[in-house]
């Protein structure tokens, strides 16, 4: 397997599920991938993007090797959800029970759009919300590249947690982890490979590869602002998604002429103790080829810190330590097409010469494809 990301470590777990000899290869020096930890003067953040893996398919994944996710974490559960902010002062919470969300929508929006919500809940009808608040909170993944309400059960931790207990259960069921290493080359016979060369010069005899598939994902890419500050904010909770006025402005702006949002809808995850992650949908590169690199993600993101007191962070930006901003081209950066950083489980593909080599797609799902492909070759 090469990449220790969240794909890689669930292809290597049901792999060794199967009575495979696993090695890992990662460049980095640990796991995870997108997703890891950024500590700066004492605040503590998730670097990745939004939209950690649901609990029950990390369970699942563990399972395939009789281990329990109760065992090896710590499991949160956010009540709510998520709080949806509006530009009159409403809010909407959104609870894993349905029927709780549904009375936080009648209080809003009436009886007759909290039925249409159950309603959407048992058949996936969006069309059947009519108020326009309720549609923009339940189709804000649209617009972000992910759903911003989330999971309701989360490890204490984070992405960076996810993964650091992937790699500890691969370690303990025998997976090889090397880090700070990359496979530099493979040695190939006909039409299969046969060992693949680190950058140190180590040969490594294999039966197959997974290799991460570099794809385009889906949705735009986004500003991640990464804010320690002082103050502390009652209003909110654990995740927030503050919507601007101009909504239908805002998307055409975004996804159709590939301009900064002016009125952006912000998603804010309160991760304790004066830190804060601030994401903002923004143009991947492809359709706003922009110089992050210069002074416009810094102006944005002051932008982003002044519209966040406006609705209500008050004195925010007086308040900062603490503020690490990243922008499309660090995605771009860590080999994500068009800097957008939200993978395709169902890229998978073998490779079009090699007949032991699969490409994996993103996250738990592309993982357990491209190991189900590589089991199909070697049987």
Not at 203 to 222: E, F, I, K, N, Q
Request: proline letters at 5%; glycine letters at 14%; hydrophobic letters at 40%.
């Amino acid at each position: 397997m090469v990449g220790a990301g969240l794909g890689g470590l669930a292809g290597a777990l049901h792999l060794r599920s199967a009575g495979y000899e696993v090695t890992i290869i990662e460049r980095q020096p640990g796991p995870g991938g997108r997703f890891g930890a950024l500590e700066i003067d004492g605040f503590r953040f998730d670097v990745g993007p939004g939209g950690a893996p649901a609990l029950r398919d990390l369970s699942a994944v563990l399972g395939v090797v009789g281990e329990r996710l109760d065992d090896w974490a710590e499991v949160q559960v956010l009540d709510p959800v998520c709080r949806a902010h509006y530009p009159d002062g409403a809010t909407i919470d959104v609870f894993d029970d349905p029927h709780r969300t549904a009375e936080a929508i009648a209080a809003v929006c009436g009886r007759a759009e909290a039925r249409a919500y159950l309603r959407w809940r048992r058949w996936g009808a969006l069309a059947g919300l009519t108020d326009p608040r309720t549609r923009r909170l339940f189709g804000a993944a649209a617009l972000f590249g992910y759903d911003p309400i989330g999971e309701s059960r989360c490890v204490r931790g984070g992405g960076d947690a996810l993964a650091r207990i992937m790699a500890s259960v691969c370690e303990k069921h025998g997976i090889s982890m090397w880090y700070r290493m990359r496979v530099g080359k493979w040695k190939t016979e006909r039409d299969r490979v046969v060992a693949v060369v680190t950058d140190g010069g180590e040969s490594v005899p294999v039966d197959a590869v997974v290799l991460p598939r570099r794809t385009v994902g889906r949705g735009p890419s986004c500003l991640m602002l990464h804010l320690g500050a002082a103050g502390s904010y009652g209003r909110i909770a654990r995740r927030n998604v503050h919507f601007g006025r101009a909504w239908r402005r805002s998307r055409h702006e975004l996804l159709v002429r590939g301009e900064l949002m002016r009125d952006p809808t912000i998603a804010v995850e309160d991760s304790g103790g004066g830190a804060y992650r601030v994401a903002v949908p923004v143009p991947d590169l492809r359709l706003a080829p922009m110089d992050w690199d210069g002074i416009a993600a810094r102006a944005y993101a002051g932008e982003i810190v002044a519209t966040l007191e406006a609705r209500g962070y008050l004195d925010l930006g007086m308040s900062l330590s603490v503020s690490y901003v990243v922008t499309p081209a660090h995605w771009a950066r860590q080999g994500m097409a068009y800097g957008i950083p939200f993978g395709d489980s169902s890229h998978t593909r073998r490779h079009p010469a090699l007949a032991n080599v699969v490409y994996s797609g993103s996250g738990l799902q592309g993982g357990r494809r491209a190991a189900h492909w590589i089991m199909g070759s070697l049987s």
